[in-house]
């Protein structure tokens, strides 16, 4: 039931991210006509901007974050711990609070550019971003924190979102003003935010996967099974249909 339920769901969703982008183009040749005044279309055309970026939240609040894993029937076979846990920890703790760091970053550093002209944000230092970075580990580590760092990811996504929407609508060129622009091989912003989301997401699972309940504090980690990557499998699954949502609209 649950199974079925899920493929449902995904459905829904991959048919609704296939029809909105032609909806919004349509909306946007109604805009044109009037592109000085405010009318109904314009308005309808704005607003579409935050339908994917809270799709995206909203699904990854409710199945990307509160992981379950299975920690029955620890034999020494199937279990990471010593050096090379430590490896593992050390590695996804430092990646995951580098790109929260920098995402952050880019979100301040858009509203910065766009909103508040004349006011330079300065780029932090080599000791400044260090220090930031071991303070999100800090947090990544402490549970009621790493929950609270999920949601600021969440809200930082959308405000990225609204920025790089405002971007598309008013024709603005992002230059090397702008901190997203070492990311911009990729010539789409809305698809460099969703890759970074997504790094961070996989980045977050695994952390969730190695910090599960005791498992830091026993310091042994029990090996993924196969019901332990459904939900990285799951999530795969819906961010390809938000790049395909990304690609068709561009």
């Known amino acids: 039931m649950i199974i079925k339920n899920n493929t449902t769901n995904l459905l829904v969703t991959v048919s609704f991210l296939l029809i909105l982008p032609l909806v919004q183009k349509q909306w946007f040749n109604l805009y044109s006509f009037n592109i000085n005044d405010i ?5 309808l055309y704005y607003l579409s901007g935050t339908i994917c970026p809270s799709l995206v939240c909203l699904n990854s609040f409710k199945n990307y974050t509160y992981y379950n894993f299975n920690k029955n029937d620890i034999h020494s076979k199937h279990i990471i711990n010593g050096r090379r846990l430590l490896l593992l920890v050390a590695i996804n703790l430092i990646f995951l609070s580098y790109f929260i760091a920098d995402y952050l970053y880019i979100n301040f550093d858009l509203i910065f550019n766009l909103f508040l002209e004349g006011i330079k944000l300065p780029k932090p230092d ?11 580990s800090i ?3 402490i549970k009621k924190s790493k929950f609270l760092l999920k949601k600021i990811i969440l809200i ?3 405000l990225i979102s609204l920025c790089l929407w405002h971007l598309q609508i008013n024709n603005i060129n992002v230059d090397d003003q702008f901190h997203i622009f070492r990311y911009f091989g990729l010539n789409d912003l809305n698809l460099i ?7 961070i997401e996989i980045s977050f699972f695994t952390w969730s996967f190695l910090s599960y309940k005791t498992n830091l504090s026993d310091w042994i980690v029990k090996k993924p099974q196969k019901g332990d990557l459904i ?10 249909f938000i790049i395909i949502y990304y690609s068709i609209l561009a």
């Open 39 to 43: 009318s109904f279309y314009s308005v």
């Open 126 to 136: 080599i000791l400044h971003f260090v220090f930031f970075i071991f303070s999100i």
């Open 139 to 141: 947090l990544l580590i």
């Open 156 to 158: 930082n996504f959308i």
């Open 193 to 199: 935010n969703i890759f970074i989301l997504l790094a």
């Open 231 to 240: 939900p990285f499998l799951n999530m795969f699954s819906f961010y390809f």
